[in-house]
């Protein structure tokens, strides 16, 4: 057989191994993800496995790339790789994505027994602690100067809360109304 036909027989596998199950994603025919561990579980990571032209005679490309694997230290994603390379020498010539995996979700613990999850900072700010000095006064700045006389008609139209009473604009809206009833008697007349 070929080595295209060997990875279409596993690729064929696979999928009905795996239908159904969230670990295992195919990116492509040559290309799968699978997660070792629940999402919740602080040891869980996921493999980027990729097969070359000549796999299963040649070693798949194995990679704890993923985002979600970084809060793995680099000295545990070496660890995991060199016991995935291990396994991946014994089982060269072979099928062997069933057996990795298979093999890493048995031995997660072993793998992860030294992992201590790395905790980015993350920081909420509001915006005012955001704003330096030099901010605050070019906002400060571009702020609209109003005269005095301005200042005087807004108070005198809002009451002592800084609303505009109740009906401020119905003069506008009434006008806006019988202007619109003018336009419509005008159609009707000319039609």
Not at 14 to 31: A, M, N, Q, T
Request: charged letters at 30%; aromatic letters at 8%; glycine letters at 4%.
């Amino acid at each position: 057989m070929t080595a295209n036909e060997d990875q279409e027989m596993e690729l064929e596998a696979l999928r009905s191994i795996y239908e159904g199950d969230e670990c295992f994603k195919e990116i492509s025919p040559v290309s799968f993800q699978f997660r070792i561990g629940d999402l919740e579980d602080t040891k869980a990571f996921i493999l980027d496995i990729t097969w070359p032209e000549s796999y299963p005679d040649t070693a798949p490309q194995i990679s704890l790339g993923a985002f979600f694997n970084n809060r793995i230290s680099a000295e545990t994603k070496q660890l995991i790789l060199s016991k995935l390379e291990e396994q991946v020498e014994i089982n060269l010539g072979t099928a062997m994505m069933y057996t990795l995996f298979e093999w890493a979700k048995e031995n997660q613990e072993t793998l992860m027994e030294n992992h201590k999850p790395l905790v980015t900072a993350v920081t909420l700010t509001t915006s005012s602690e955001v704003m330096t000095p030099t901010s605050t006064a070019k906002k400060k700045e571009k702020k609209e100067q109003l005269t005095k006389a301005q200042k005087r008609r807004i108070i005198n139209r809002t009451d002592n809360k800084g609303e505009l009473p109740r009906g401020w604009n119905w003069v506008d809206v009434i006008k806006h109304v019988s202007d619109k009833q003018l336009d419509q008697n005008k159609l009707l007349t000319n039609s």
